[in-house]
Every structure is written in C-alpha cells, then in structure tokens.
C-alpha cells in the first residue's frame, strides 16, 4: 500500500464546450492532480447529460487520486452521464485510486502500456506529537464527551478502541469502492479484493487483469465511439471549463486543505490515493 501526507492539488478544467453552442460536439473532461470534492465541478458535469450538444464525452484523467468523497461525488456525476450518453475513459501517465474511481462509470476504459492505475483502496493517517511535547515539557488535556471523541489525536496514540473504530471507517469505504469496481467492470467481488490490496498496475497488466479495456489514447477512443456508438469521428472536441484559474487552482487546494482536516484537527479526510514517493 502506498500512501501520501499532507500533498495538495487540484482539478484542472480545461475550456468551456459552450464553444460550439448549437451544434453537436464531444465534451472533454480534463481531471488532472489530486482530486478534491469540487461543488463546481460536479454541477458542470451532471449537466452534460441533458446537453443535447454533447454527442459524447471523453473523460481524460491524469491523477493519483485524492478523497474518497471527492471521488466519489465525481464518480457519481460521470454516472448519470454515461446513463445519457456514450462516456470513454482515456488514462494518462497515472490514473489511479479516486483517480481509477472517477474512470469506472466509462463504457470503455483506455490506457496506454505505462500508464499506472488500479491502487484500489483507502487510507487515514494521524501523527502523534506526544513524545515531542514530553521532552519539550507541554502538556495536552481535552474534555471529551465520549470515549472515541479524541480518536485519533496528536497528542496521544490511539487506543485498541479508536483503532478499532477507524478501521472500521476505512473498511467500510474500502468496500464502496471494491463493490464500484466489481459492478463497473462485471467482476466478483471476492477477485477485485484480490486486486485491491493497495498496489498500483500498469496499464498493460490492468488490461490482462481486466480492469481496463483497450490500450490506446484519444484517437483510439474517439475511433471507438464512431464505430460502436455512432458518434462521427470529425465532430469537434470542446474542453469543459469552469470557474476562473483562483478557483480551479487556489480554490481547489483551500478546499482539499479543509477536507483533509475532516474528522475534527487530529486526522485527514480518508483519502484513495498513489504516491510513488512515500512507500509503507
């Protein structure tokens, strides 16, 4: 399992398919750093799906993933979507945890050979600051009204109870996202638990393993879409845009930043991410 701490992004947007109001286009959605829940974001998506312009949509992702409710909420609005119209899936560099996520709801999946996606799971982190406040001689008392209130806390380590009650959390939005992808990809859950132990893939062994459909890029995808759905490979591309550049970009990291402090100050937002850099 792999894991990251204290790491910000956000979810780029790139133009606006208002470009090409009145006439068939396919709408891309660009999703690229760590994925965040984006009130903006999700609002603009949903729409496409009663966009009578919006032949189809290629959804291009490039990220490690981020919180789980951020991944979800967006994995939720690209689903009504593709229950409107054809959505294809084409993965960059990396396209994994919330970033695999988001990718499910796609009628076809696509990766290129090295693209690193899968890293199906979930993780909360917490820090314990109490041997540093021992040698500095402070002090930390905290009236609670139950005994998991102060579980976890930086102050001390967690108790066999607390440990408990967040696996307990982790574990439940761990099964979330294996049942997200058992139903997505028409697989047993008992074979995607198999899968899912943390680990990333590359696009080459998503493909053997089932998890991706096609390697290839656009052209591919959109080669795909006219012949399986019909949607004239010459219509014209437009990228979804939303919000000025503070909100894609500052905005996004402020709301991370606040997600990430979820369960009162002591611990992160669960989050469904890969970093390469910080290995457990």
Do not use: C
């Not at 006219?226 to 939303?242: C, H, Q, V, Y």
Request: proline share 4%.
């Amino acid at each position: 399992m792999v894991a990251i701490v204290g790491a910000v992004g956000y979810v780029a947007i790139g133009g606006r398919s208002a470009a090409f109001a009145g006439g068939q286009h396919i709408t891309r959605v660009n999703v690229s750093g760590v994925i965040s829940a984006n009130r903006q974001l999700i609002q603009a998506v949903t729409a496409l799906a009663k966009d009578r312009n919006v032949a189809a949509v290629v959804l291009a992702v490039d990220s490690p993933g981020g919180s789980v409710s951020g991944g979800e909420s967006l994995h939720d609005a690209l689903e009504q979507v593709a229950a409107a119209k054809p959505v294809v899936t084409v993965m960059g560099g990396t396209a994994a945890s919330a970033g695999y996520m988001i990718s499910l709801p796609a009628a076809r999946i696509f990766a290129s050979n090295a693209t690193l996606t899968g890293s199906i799971g979930v993780i909360l982190e917490t820090g314990n600051a109490g041997g540093l406040l021992d040698k500095l001689g402070l002090t930390a008392e905290a009236i609670i009204s139950g005994p998991l209130k102060d579980q976890p806390s930086f102050t001390h380590g967690l108790s066999p109870a607390g440990r408990e009650y967040l696996q307990a959390l982790v574990g439940d939005m761990f099964g979330q996202f294996v049942t997200m992808v058992a139903q997505a990809r028409h697989m047993d859950e008992a074979k995607v638990r198999e899968l899912a132990d943390g680990r990333a893939y590359t696009g080459r062994q998503a493909l053997a393993l089932g998890l991706v459909d096609q390697i290839g890029g656009e052209p591919d995808a959109r080669a795909w879409l006219e012949k399986e759905k019909g949607i004239k490979a010459d219509l014209p591309i437009a990228d979804l845009k939303l919000g000025s550049f503070y909100d894609r970009t500052v905005g996004a990291t402020l709301g991370l930043i606040s997600q990430r402090l979820g369960l009162d100050s002591s611990v992160g937002l669960p989050m469904a991410i890969w970093d390469p850099l910080l290995v457990r």
